[in-house]
């Protein structure tokens, strides 16, 4: 799962549990009303809006974000932390484009549980086991599971596999696997893709898995079951 986070993470703890969680995300610093936020479709399953304005005044800065980043094509759903929202101000918020909020203070559990709620409104629900072929992958425990036993995956490991399992047999651009995995703003080398599609398949033998990620010469990739 990869969320986009607007606004402030001075609380390193959000950023600590999204990680613990497997939720890779990208931060960008809170837009200004009228600002363009870049966010690819298919990219993100949710969106996080961080404030640290407080009440009326939040609510209503809130409120106008809401509305340009959803007339500038923001369709995933958002969930907007803010502090000492009253319910009338909960209302506007809502009412601008948030599918849901949280108010502080609040726990990190609580958070982590709204964000995984708003992933699984996509169009197509994603369980946590994958299977494909002879390969199964808990993606809740990052273990990956074939003929010959079990082996623990690392978190990029498990979001390269993971998209070649979910679109079996499609030939996936590199480009698409770096946004995926890397995010936006990573500059990561695509020499850094084979280096993890090496340790992919080297997982992949080391449980006994006939099936194959195959290049495809000048555009990809694509996963054979």
């Known amino acids: 799962m990869r969320i986009i986070v607007l606004g402030g993470t001075e609380n390193e703890k959000i950023p600590q549990a999204l990680r613990r969680d497997h939720i890779l995300f990208d931060h960008i610093p809170l837009p ?7 966010c690819p479709e298919g990219l993100y399953d949710a969106a996080l809006l961080l404030s640290d304005s407080v009440g009326k005044a939040a609510a209503f800065r809130i409120s106008g ?33 948030a599918d849901d909020v949280l108010a502080q203070p609040f726990l990190l559990g609580e958070l982590l549980a709204r964000i995984r709620a708003l992933g699984r409104r996509s169009p197509v629900l994603q369980p946590r086991l994958l299977q494909a072929g002879d390969l199964s992958l808990d993606r809740g425990h990052c273990v990956l599971q074939g003929p010959d036993g079990k082996t623990r995956l690392s978190c990029k490991e498990l979001q390269l596999l993971e998209l070649f399992l979910l679109h079996d047999g499609q030939v996936l651009p590199r ?11 990573n500059d990561a080398a695509y020499n850094a893709i084979e280096v993890y599609l090496s340790l992919v398949r080297r997982k992949m033998r080391a449980v006994g898995s006939h099936a194959k990620i195959h290049a495809e010469r000048g555009v990809g990739y694509y996963f054979d079951a």
């Open 32 to 38: 200004n009303t009228g600002d363009e936020v870049l």
């Open 65 to 97: 974000l809401l509305t340009d980043l959803r007339a500038d094509g923001l369709s995933v759903p958002l969930l907007v932390v803010a502090q000492h929202l009253s319910a009338r101000d909960r209302i506007s918020v809502l009412d601008a484009g």
């Open 175 to 185: 480009e698409t696997l770096r946004q995926k995995v890397w995010g936006l703003e």
